[in-house]
């Protein structure tokens, strides 16, 4: 049963295999509550999908329950479980028109035709396609095939809307666009969002919650900005965001720091995250915007030098590729703030950066 | 540059010129690679069909044989006897035509159209060596009085056109009387009015039969794993490496009255030894054969429509509320209509033809036109019925055809 009023979907040691050899889905424990965004990000192959997928009703756990407003829809079929969904291809009915799609929902409701007309024209409204009604799906361009989606997935006012990497067909400018409009479109209705993508620029955008999934397992789920500040193992660390990784083994372990001997030399402090006993192998990881070039003395326990390999302009800042602690790829961003260090390539400074800023992993890559 | 509101390409001539220029090359080289097909397809197709659809409107012998008559006749309004002329020239040409040995031919087209007038010109024509000089019409009429019969006149004269419709009558049961309305043919020689409805019950229903049967085996087609689909479609690609004669006479084995199902009813004990099925050379059997045998031609189009429906529409409907069934038949099904047009006009056209099944296995009542389309052509050599018999399939098959386009482009139009 659902823990508090607060939970909408809860998954219960859900496990799913296709062929009886693998699981796909390991023991799953997780909960969405009401009204938020929680997005299910990883790699394709990683599980988000096939969850979704039984969260729709498309695809019977292997074992476990999935509770929905407290009860179990294991054995509810898809169309009584007034889920909306929005597909990655869109799935509008290529033989109806826009406002057919959109009064499906509603008419397979019973519905009468005035309120149908009503809600239509108003969720027509919500994603700004006025007089778009009349027309047919291929009449329309990706985004606005993209709203009529959403819209259709909206019309019947469901508890819960899945939506399936909805933004993967667009070009980027549009996409970024359609993450805002969705994230608008969520705040405003309060519905609850379960979004499934593999892109973390995404997830992060839109999401109160993000659950990172590799291998069947959810690996992190929390806020965007823990997620990419504290990630909690070097496979998260390394999914979400750019990042330097050092590899080593742990020496000392003091409080909340450890320090750790690089494998080709040199000493470094870190935070002790997910660290063993002394003697174990780690991986660090470090934002690349977490490091100082030349910094003052004395101000980071962390000081390297290394050689710069290449440097890229990208506008907001400078992308600077370098030789650190025998890693050619050290990859450190200068912002473009005035008076920042102009660097050349092939010249030998000073990288320095705080020991909180490196978090000190699980060794597996 | 323009001139004139005209592109020029480079070198000054109109860039519309300068495309055809190049593309001329392209255009013969494609025409060069076509052409032996074109010839082929014309010489050996379009040529036989042509000179088929001319014999049915054609009928040149009395035209030909008694040229003068027939202008004579042109202006007899039909009342009466015909003038003193007609005879005089209808005298001379038995004449003639006796003596280069044509007249068995004109005395076999007569007597096709009314019975007697074969004896008649003979003896007419015999007699006639001895009778050198006129008035012929007593001379005539006094070797044998049909000749004072209006009817006989009115035969001769309704053939002297070179050209007739008789035939098409002829295939619908229909024959023009002496007065030249159009009138039933006598009941015992009624058989083309039934036989087109049952060519057509029978294709609808091999039709219907298809696309039932076909539906779902081209529904688990497209959706079952491509491992498994690809297997099944070889089986139902099997009978198109399999003769025709082979499957049709297989199912003659199964079905006849000692036949393999027959004798399976009876030893179970479903059918007693004296209750035995008729299932074959009846209309049961070309049913079933045809059937069997036409089914590829419904299952391959729908098959290839329905791979391109993802499965996301069905899982999208259901999503939004619909049951199972009502998302196939308000969903799936309307995405599938240009297959079923595809594969029940094809179907339709195909059985509408058939042959060589319902000849084998049709029996009496299991007997379509093409058959009797067949009959003519091998045995009563009565072409002019073969050709308007087939122009009028072929013009029923140009007519599905025109159908199905205009339908087809108006679902083009809606989806594209």
Redesign the interface.
């Known amino acids: 049963m659902a823990d508090t009023v607060d939970t909408l979907v809860k998954f219960s040691k859900v496990q799913k295999s296709y062929d009886g050899e693998t699981l796909v889905i390991k023991n799953l424990d997780l909960d969405v509550m009401r009204g938020e965004f929680l997005t299910m990000l990883g790699p394709s192959g990683s599980g988000k999908t096939t969850c979704l997928m039984m969260l729709?009703?498309?695809e019977p756990a292997t074992h476990g329950e999935i509770y929905l407003d407290g009860k179990p829809i294991n054995d509810v079929?898809?169309?009584?479980?007034?889920?909306?969904?929005v597909?990655?291809?869109y799935?509008?009915?290529?033989?109806m028109t826009v406002a057919e799609n959109l009064s499906?929902?509603l008419q397979?409701?019973n519905l009468d035709s005035g309120e149908v007309a009503d809600r239509v024209k108003k969720v027509l409204g919500m994603v700004q396609l006025e007089g778009f009604g009349g027309r047919?799906p291929?009449q329309l361009s990706g985004g606005q095939q993209q709203r009529v989606a959403v819209a259709?997935?909206l019309v019947?006012d469901p508890l819960l809307v899945?939506m399936d990497e909805p933004l993967g067909a667009l070009d980027r400018q549009l996409r970024e666009q359609m993450q805002y409009e969705i994230k608008h479109i969520h705040e405003n209705l309060g519905v609850t969002v379960v979004y499934v993508t593999h892109d973390q620029g995404e997830a992060l955008t839109m999401s109160n919650r993000i659950a990172v999934f590799n291998e069947g397992v959810v690996q992190q789920l929390a806020s965007p900005d823990d997620l990419y500040e504290r990630p909690d193992n070097s496979f998260v660390a390394q999914f979400v965001g750019e990042n330097n990784r050092f590899s080593g083994k742990v020496t000392g372990l003091n409080g909340n720091s450890c320090t750790v001997e690089l494998d080709v030399g040199g000493e470094v402090h870190a935070l002790k995250v997910n660290v063993g006993e002394v003697g174990e192998k780690t991986q660090m990881s470090l934002r690349p915007e977490r490091v100082e070039v030349n910094p003052p003395h004395g101000k980071y326990q962390n000081v390297f030098e290394g050689v710069v390999k290449e440097l890229i302009y990208l506008g907001d800042h400078i992308r600077t590729r370098a030789s650190v602690c025998g890693q050619d790829d050290f990859v450190v961003k200068v912002p473009n703030s005035s008076g920042h260090v102009h660097l050349k390539e092939g010249e030998i400074v000073k990288f320095g950066w705080k020991m909180e800023d490196c978090r000190a992993l699980d060794a597996k890559k | 540059m323009t001139l004139k509101g005209q592109i020029l390409a480079a070198d000054g001539t109109p860039l519309k010129v300068k495309l055809a220029q190049t593309n001329r090359r392209r255009r013969l080289r494609a025409i060069w690679l076509v052409t032996p097909l074109l010839l082929f397809v014309g010489i050996t197709f379009l040529i036989p069909i042509a000179d088929m659809l001319f014999r049915s409107i054609d009928d040149p012998v009395v035209n030909r044989l008694l040229p003068e008559t027939s202008k004579q006749l042109e202006s007899w309004d039909g009342r009466g006897l015909p003038p003193e002329l007609a005879f005089d020239s209808l005298a001379s040409e038995l004449r003639a035509r006796r003596a280069d040995q044509s007249i068995g031919k004109l005395a076999s087209r007569l007597n096709f159209e009314k019975s007697g007038m074969r004896s008649l010109i003979t003896k007419s024509g015999r007699k006639l060596k001895k009778i050198k000089e006129g008035p012929f019409k007593e001379k005539l009429i006094k070797i044998d009085k049909k000749w004072k019969d209006r009817d006989t006149w009115v035969v001769i004269k309704r053939l002297s056109s070179p050209y007739t419709g008789v035939h098409y009558l002829a295939a619908i049961d229909r024959k023009l009387d002496s007065e030249g309305d159009i009138v039933f043919q006598p009941e015992h020689r009624q058989i083309y009015v039934l036989l087109w409805v049952r060519t057509l019950w029978i294709s609808v229903a091999v039709t219907v039969f298809c696309l039932l049967l076909g539906y779902p085996v081209s529904y688990l087609l497209a959706t079952l794993p491509l491992r498994i689909s690809n297997l099944l479609l070889i089986l139902v690609l099997l009978p198109f490496w399999t003769s025709l004669l082979v499957r049709t006479t297989s199912w003659i084995v199964l079905l006849q009255s000692h036949g393999v199902i027959n004798d399976l009813m009876v030893v179970l004990g479903i059918i007693g030894e004296e209750q035995r099925i008729r299932m074959i050379y009846n209309q049961t059997g070309t049913l079933i054969a045809m059937t069997q045998i036409l089914l590829p031609f419904m299952i391959l189009p729908l098959y290839s429509v329905m791979k391109t429906i993802?499965p996301?529409?069905m899982?999208?409907?259901?999503?939004?509320?619909?049951?199972?069934a009502?998302?196939f038949f308000?969903?799936y099904l309307?995405?599938t209509i240009p297959g079923i047009g595809a594969g029940s006009l094809l179907v339709f056209i195909l059985a509408i033809g058939y042959y060589i099944t319902p000849a084998l296995v049709g029996g009496q009542d299991g007997q379509l036109i093409s058959n009797f389309i067949a009959h003519h052509m091998k045995f009563s050599l009565n072409w002019g019925l073969a050709g308007a018999l087939g122009s009028i399939l072929l013009a029923s098959v140009l007519l599905l055809y025109w159908v199905y386009n205009k339908i087809v482009g108006i679902e083009n139009m809606?989806?594209?």
């Open positions: 729709a009703g498309f079929p898809p169309h009584k479980r007034g889920i909306g969904m597909f990655q291809n799935a509008l009915f290529p033989h499906f929902p397979v409701r047919r291929n259709r997935a019947f899945l | 993802p996301s529409y899982r999208a409907a259901q999503s939004l509320g619909a049951s199972p009502w998302s308000k969903v309307p995405q809606k989806l594209g």
